[in-house]
């Protein structure tokens, strides 16, 4: 299926969660904020937010530094 991913179209696995959606794509879930169809979406929600088609997810990665 086709979902935006930070506004390029991806295509993923059908039956993806949020969580394993970062795993298919290779990002450290501990370190990431999730948009999900312009709503930020809940860490307490990613194990049961199913990814469908057209969905639009913003992810943003936090660095730290000084």
């Given at each position: 299926?086709i ?29 990431v904020a ?8 809940p860490r ?5 937010t ?6 639009n ?10």
């Amino acid at each position: 299926m086709i979902v935006k991913i930070n506004g390029d179209p991806r295509e993923v696995p059908d039956g993806l969660t949020v969580s394993t959606l970062l795993d298919f794509l290779e990002m450290r879930n501990d370190r990431v904020a999730i948009e999900h169809n312009l709503n930020i979406l809940p860490r307490a929600m990613w194990n049961e937010t199913k990814v469908q088609p057209n969905d639009n997810f913003e992810i943003v990665h936090f660095v730290g530094g000084g």
